[in-house]
Nanobody, 116 residues
Framework: QVQLVESGGGSVQPGGSLRLSCAAS????????MGWYRQAPGKERELVAT???????EYADSVKGRFTISRDNVKNTVVLQMNSLKPDDTAVYYC??????????WGQGTQVTVSS
């Protein structure tokens, strides 16, 4: 399994921006899928954005045009830049990584709160 360490998050007013970072314990080239999910109170965990090793990026419809996922192949890190944040974006955000031929792992989660 891969170990994932998250950083970032916090509180921001509507329309603001936040940046989440997730560092993997293995080379990002050995990871099949890596990205971000979120879980709001009383709701199921949902995909936010993810890289796929085969190529391509998947975004939830609700964040398209506002969130951008990127990666640093040297630092084995995936970054989620969140702009134009809305109260509905309030949730615990989890990094997820699934190495090739192994089970996926979750980060510890980081709180994002969007409120005026």
């Amino acid at each position: 399994q891969v170990q994932l360490v998250e950083s970032g998050g916090g509180s921001v007013q509507p329309g603001g921006s936040l940046r989440l970072s997730c560092a993997a314990s293995v080379s990002i080239f050995r990871i099949n899928r890596m990205g971000w999910y979120r879980q709001a109170p009383g709701k199921e965990r949902e995909l936010v954005a993810t890289f796929m090793r085969a190529g391509g990026i998947e975004y939830a419809d609700s964040v398209k045009g506002r969130f951008t996922i990127s990666r640093d192949n040297v630092k084995n890190t995936v970054v989620l830049q969140m702009n134009s944040l809305k109260p509905d974006d309030t949730a615990v955000y989890y990094c997820y990584g699934q190495p090739l031929g192994a089970l996926g792992s979750w980060g510890q989660g980081t709180q994002v709160t969007v409120s005026s």
